[in-house]
């Protein structure tokens, strides 16, 4: 069996790391682990271990360099064969995981503007993991690599020609490891080589997803992650005009409006409660009026979303949930599917409540009919698949490397 791959997450104050070996179920603990408030007083790395113990060592005033010396002290025997980097944005240059080397660092660098955040931090991260790591490889695995295969009716805005030729305006869409991730899971375990799944990744972050013969034909996520569902801060799609509408009424600068949008909006500006789902589910069910309006409109939203993925399917196979909601929201799955009865969505309600906490396997009522049998049921599938980006990144590594 071959050594283990390194998956690291870089934010612009944080790394986040696995050690993720060659066989291993999705859910078996890893070596893992989180370095927080880097470059402050306060910066401190957590780490779980395979047996699942936590530690907490502080790191003051640690930069990423430093945190991950720490992090490499603690990689425990087994050191790793390759390194696997998740980078944000790999523009329309990166249609796959690529081996690092200097020419795809500079396309990674011209590709800040699109991902003015994210993509420098990625590079923080793989600048220090070449000083400390220099004699193994790395390679570069994009969130948005996996959504190139969208046609341009999906991908291209209603603009002008030169915005999408000469300024790269289009839709890119995210959360691609996820997506691949559990739809290729689904396939394998139905079988098939022909099924078009919808997949709605639910965490801080939201998107859904159509996935047609493993190929992405269309996301709700767009030019930037701001685009589409309703989400933990973000307010997903508006009407484009809003910009305008609030500099002329009210006078803000475009960087205030950012703020609301992406950080002060979503489900926290619709509840003037929380981000979090779990505390939204809990404040409505005590009839809290915000909470309440919070889930409506993002269970609606999140409807219509993939009422408008099915349009991208020529075969509609079914419906996966995954990520922290779309894994344990039981009540939010339930509210989403029946908004759409037309679809043959029919959720076994039993099976739904049972399906939370890392727990797999479908929720619709064909996968009971025993009676009928299985072939006779004419209702589509619906799926909880807990996502596993990590084990997707370091799959992917090993498959450009060759390992
Ligand atoms: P991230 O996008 O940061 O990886 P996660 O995928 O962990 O986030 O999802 C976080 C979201 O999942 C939060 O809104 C959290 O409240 C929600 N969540 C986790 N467990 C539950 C639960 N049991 N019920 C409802 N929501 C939950």
């Given at each position: 069996m071959s050594r283990p791959i390194l998956v690291i997450n870089c934010g612009s104050s944080s790394i986040k790391f696995a050690l993720v070996p060659?066989?291993?179920?999705?859910h078996q603990v890893r070596r893992s682990g989180l370095a927080e408030n880097l470059g402050t007083p306060e910066a401190l790395l957590n780490i779980t271990t395979e047996d699942g113990k936590k530690t907490s060592v502080a790191i003051p005033h640690a930069d990423h360099q430093a945190a991950l010396t720490e992090i490499l002290k603690r990689l425990g025997d087994e050191l790793p064969i390759a390194i696997g980097h998740r980078v944000v944005h790999g523009g329309e240059k990166f249609t796959h995981a690529v081996q690092i080397d200097e020419s795809v660092l500079k396309v990674i660098r011209e590709t800040t503007p699109l991902a003015p955040l994210h993509n420098p931090a990625n590079l923080q991260g793989i600048d220090a993991t070449l000083k400390l790591f220099a004699d193994l490889p790395q390679v570069a695995v994009f969130d948005t690599a996996f959504h190139q295969t969208m046609p341009p009716q999906a991908f291209?805005?209603?603009?002008?020609?030169d915005l999408y030729?000469?300024?790269?305006?289009?839709r890119y869409g995210f959360h691609g490891t996820s997506h691949a991730y559990v739809t290729q899971h689904t396939d394998q375990l139905v079988g098939g080589d022909n099924n078009g799944w919808i997949s709605a990744h639910l965490g801080n972050g939201c998107s859904t997803c159509a996935v047609w013969q493993g190929k992405?034909?269309?996301?709700?996520?767009?030019?930037?992650?701001?685009?589409g569902l309703v989400m933990g801060t973000r307010s997903g799609n508006v009407d484009p005009s809003l910009h305008i509408h609030l500099t002329r009424t009210l006078g803000w600068s475009l960087e205030e409006i950012d703020q609301i949008l992406n950080k002060k909006s979503g489900l926290l500006g619709l509840s003037g409660?929380?981000?979090d789902m779990r505390t939204l589910t809990e404040a409505a069910a005590d009839g809290h009026r915000g909470a309440e309006l919070a889930i409506d409109v993002f269970c609606y939203r999140l409807a219509q979303s993939l009422a408008a993925m099915s349009c991208a399917l020529p075969v509609f196979t079914g419906i996966i949930f995954t990520g922290g909601i779309g894994e344990n929201a039981a009540v939010i799955r339930a509210k989403t599917l029946a908004l759409l009865p037309h679809f043959g969505l029919y959720l076994d309600a039993d099976k739904n409540q049972k399906m939370i906490r890392g727990a797999e396997g479908r929720i619709d009522q064909g996968a009971n009919d025993t009676e009928l049998g299985i072939n006779a049921y004419l209702g589509r599938q619906i799926w909880v698949i807990p996502t596993d980006e990590e084990g997707q990144i370091a799959r992917e590594t090993r498959s450009v490397l060759g390992l």
């Open positions: 060659e066989h291993v179920a999705a291209r805005y209603a603009l002008p020609e030729s000469k300024h790269h305006i289009r992405s034909m269309d996301t709700s996520m767009g030019l930037t992650p701001l685009e409660l929380s981000n």
